[in-house]
């Protein structure tokens, strides 16, 4: 048995929009500084790519990417500071969720055990 926390950002109306998936993306676009190289890495279209990047820009309101096109001098992407600054933070908000989330588990843990190990001694006399 373990934990896996899945952390996602959502709208006004609940709806989620942003996950570590995009987070990945993105560190991907920085290490690329391409999204078609990121989006091949991953197993998702250009297209897809496109169309979640944008969406996200738009919910955060801000650009994370510059983009220059394609062509002969072969177009790119890198993050804006903006973009930079995005990753970092989310990073490190998954990071405090996932280690509070365990500190947690490790309590229901210790119950767990000894709820199973208290069964096990009953009747037992």
């Known amino acids: 048995m373990d934990l896996r926390i899945r952390l996602?950002?959502?709208?006004?109306?609940?709806?989620?929009?942003?996950?570590?998936?995009?987070i990945w993306l993105?560190?991907?676009?920085?290490d690329r500084g391409s999204i078609h190289a990121a989006?091949?890495?991953m197993?998702?279209?250009?297209?897809?790519?496109?169309?979640?990047?944008?969406?996200?820009?738009?919910?955060l309101g801000r650009p994370l990417l510059v983009r220059s096109m394609g062509g002969s001098a072969r177009g790119g992407a890198v993050l804006t500071p903006f973009g930079v600054?995005?990753?970092?933070?989310?990073?490190?908000l998954h990071e405090r969720v996932?280690?509070?989330?365990?500190r947690e588990?490790?309590?229901?843990?210790?119950?767990?055990?000894?709820?199973r190990s208290s069964k096990g001694?009953?009747?037992k006399r």
């Open 39 to 41: 989006s091949r890495e």
């Open 85 to 92: 600054k995005f990753i970092a933070a989310f990073e490190r």
């Open 98 to 102: 996932d280690r509070c989330a365990r």
């Open 43 to 59: 197993g998702m279209s250009y297209v897809k790519a496109l169309r979640i990047l944008n969406r996200l820009e738009k919910k």
């Open 105 to 115: 588990y490790a309590k229901l843990g210790t119950c767990i055990v000894k709820t």
């Open 8 to 22: 996602s950002l959502t709208d006004d109306s609940g709806r989620p929009f942003m996950g570590i998936g995009l």
């Open 26 to 30: 993105l560190q991907r676009i920085r």
């Open 121 to 123: 001694t009953r009747g």
